[in-house]
T-cell receptor, first 112, second 113 residues
Framework: SQTIHQWPATLVQPVGSPLSLECTVEGTSNPNLYWYRQAAGRGLQLLFY??????ISSEVPQNLSASRPQDRQFILSSKKLLLSDSGFYLC???????????FGPGTRLTVT | AQSVTQLGSHVSVSEGALVLLRCNYSSSVPPYLFWYVQYPNQGLQLLLKYTSAATLVKGINGFEAEFKKSETSFHLTKPSAHMSDAAEYFC???????????FGAGTRLFVKA
């Protein structure tokens, strides 16, 4: 069966510090991968998605970036965090032949 | 362009009462529709999905949803609410050939004892 992992589970970082969040999927090949953010009390905002290694589509032109160095690994990064980057970050995957997405447990990021 | 509207950001029901969470969608092509549930500090979990087969879809935890094309609706129901149903629920839409899923703003369900 398929499993999706995210780490860390929680993170507190000062403004201006770098960020690296990692997501890995097990039990499937060539998944579509997604990064979402939930700000407090708000819905899901799609940040990036990837349909293959090295292929990244950006939905928001902020100070975040994403990379997919391996088939089942998706990384969200920032060089300098802003207060507004605080939120709950969710990674998700789906197969190319279906449309439902499956979510990881999330990372709670607090920028202080 | 696709969109999803969830009517009511908060819904409160008594334990044992009917749960009805409303979702309307907009799509220029036949949609795929989903309901997800999110418990505090957790990821989203797929409750059920509509993929152009039966219009009445049954999901986990006793939930079901009915696709009504004429009303562009996909409302989520459960005959009898349980305290453990208290969570946030998201309706979502995707379409053939698309990579993205559009999520509604969410409805928080409160269940009173």
């Amino acid at each position: 069966s398929q499993t999706i992992h995210q780490w860390p589970a929680t993170l507190v970082q000062p403004v201006g510090s770098p960020l690296s969040l990692e997501c890995t999927v097990e039990g499937t090949s060539n998944p579509n991968l997604y990064w979402y953010r939930q700000a407090a009390g708000r819905g899901l905002q799609l940040l990036f998605y990837s349909v293959g290694i090295g292929q990244i589509s950006s939905e928001v032109p902020q100070n975040l970036s994403a990379s997919r160095p391996q088939d089942r690994q998706f990384i969200l990064s920032s060089k300098k965090l802003l207060l507004s980057d605080s939120g709950f970050y969710l990674c998700a995957w789906r197969t190319g032949g279906s449309y439902e997405q499956y979510f990881g447990p999330g990372t709670r990021l607090t920028v202080t | 362009a696709q969109s999803v509207t969830q009517l009511g950001s908060h819904v409160s029901v008594s334990e044992g009462a009917l749960v009805l969470l409303r979702c309307n969608y907009s799509s220029s092509v036949p949609p795929y529709l989903f309901w997800y549930v999110q418990y505090p500090n957790q990821g989203l979990q797929l409750l059920l999905k509509y993929t152009s087969a039966a219009t009445l879809v049954k999901g986990i935890n006793g939930f079901e949803a009915e696709f009504k094309k004429s009303e562009t609706s996909f409302h989520l129901t459960k005959p009898s609410a349980h305290m453990s149903d208290a969570a946030e629920y998201f309706c979502a839409v995707s379409n053939t050939g698309g990579f993205k899923t559009i999520f509604g703003a969410g409805t928080r369900l409160f269940v009173k004892a």
